[in-house]
């Protein structure tokens, strides 16, 4: 068995898909690891490190790429890179289905192929949720972004000179990211509110010491998914939404957006009129900028400045703490791979127990089939 991993290739991704950790783990599983030199260098983990635990450091992408049985990446493989897999061979990552390649790319490879952003949120799958485990850093990621393009303290300082009121900031999507921005902004000092659609987070705001925001007369009806997301809310809903966020966000210093609908482009929650009562030097962190922005006007990849307020639409949040990111993605992948390999310990094989809830729910191609019911033909991505 034959365990492979490759530097990621796409622009700004500072991850890796194996730590030295989890390539000591699947060596004691009996599996032959291999990593290209130099794949885990952004994330400190030196060619040394995977070696000294029992790896095999080859010096180029296809080396590994014809051999391996088992491929984990953190995005979705390039084409060329998915031309140059062994076929027959597994595929891991977080592969973004409705992008390039796409499943039928996949199947058409003879890759199986699983992506990781759609296991079930069940207690047995927490330990393979790399979207909770990346969101938890991107919302701390953001916070501490957002204070180095403020012009201002987060936290009320008393001077000799005056004193400095503290910076007001709301967070909007209580998910794992809007979570961990509030007890960060908290932390720093700031007086914070936050609002969602589900009416459940309301418990979780306030237990971070934030004031939730909501509509009081209008119900949002089903808002949220078996898995525990967010669905988008009624119209009526929107309009009084909107409403009350106009009021709310006049009187804030720095926004978040982290507001997410699984396969769907992200919820417009911030619109050019609101933008104009803020005052000049707030800043809007929005974290759902690479699913097409929470806020009009914001631009991946970039900070651009409307209306005297700073729009900071910076890709890959959690990528801007590749050890701690990668260390915790690479260990979401092996609980994953216990799913995948079967046998006694030291020599483990791939023999996925296909009826598995998770197995299935991750699945998108098998045996040269888009298996995946979102994707079969005329739902999903070429």
């Not at 530097?7 to 730590?19: D, H, L, Y």
Request: net charge negative; with cysteine; glycine share 10%.
């Amino acid at each position: 068995m034959k365990v492979g991993c490759i530097r990621e290739c796409r622009t700004g991704e500072t991850r890796v898909a194996v730590s030295p950790e989890t390539a000591g783990k699947f060596c004691a599983l009996g599996a032959e690891v291999l990593v290209e030199s130099g794949a885990g260098g952004e994330s400190l983990f030196p060619d040394e490190a995977y070696a000294k635990v029992g790896a095999s450091v080859l010096g180029s992408a296809p080396e590994i790429l014809t051999q391996a049985d088992l491929l984990l990446k953190v995005r979705a493989p390039e084409e060329k890179e998915l031309r140059t897999m062994k076929k027959g061979a597994a595929l891991v990552g977080i592969l973004e289905p409705n992008g390039t390649p796409g499943p039928r790319a996949y199947a058409e490879a003879n890759i199986t192929a699983f992506a990781m952003e759609f296991a079930p949120r069940i207690t047995r799958a927490q330990s393979m949720d790399v979207l909770s485990s990346q969101a938890n850093l991107a919302g701390y990621k953001a916070v501490l972004e957002a204070s180095t393009h403020y012009p201002r303290m987060f936290p009320m300082m008393m001077t000799a000179a005056g004193a400095i009121a503290p910076a007001r900031v709301f967070v909007m999507g209580v998910g794992v990211a809007g979570l961990q921005a509030i007890a960060t902004a908290k932390r720093l000092g700031a007086i914070v509110s936050a609002t969602d659609v589900r009416a459940a987070t309301k418990e979780q705001v306030e237990s971070l010491g934030a004031t939730f925001v909501t509509v009081e007369d209008v119900d949002a009806g089903d808002s949220e998914t078996e898995g525990g997301y967010a669905k988008e809310a009624s119209e009526e809903y929107r309009r009084a939404q909107e409403k009350v966020v106009r009021e709310h966000i006049a009187k804030q210093d720095i926004v978040i957006t982290a507001a997410f609908v699984p396969g769907r482009p992200a919820p417009k929650l911030v619109t050019r009129e609101m933008l104009s009562s803020m005052r000049d030097g707030s800043v809007i962190m929005d974290l759902a900028v690479e699913q097409g922005g929470n806020c009009e006007g914001s631009q991946a990849g970039e900070v651009v400045v409307e209306q005297g307020v700073k729009l900071v639409g910076l890709r890959n949040m959690a990528g801007r703490l590749p050890a701690d990111a990668s260390a915790l993605y690479a260990r979401n992948l092996f609980a994953f791979s216990g799913l995948l390999l079967q046998g006694e310990e030291g020599a483990k094989v791939f023999a996925p127990d296909w009826e598995d809830e998770i197995v299935q729910a991750t699945l998108l191609t098998r045996d040269g089939a888009v298996v995946h019911p979102n994707f079969q033909t005329g739902k999903g991505a070429a």
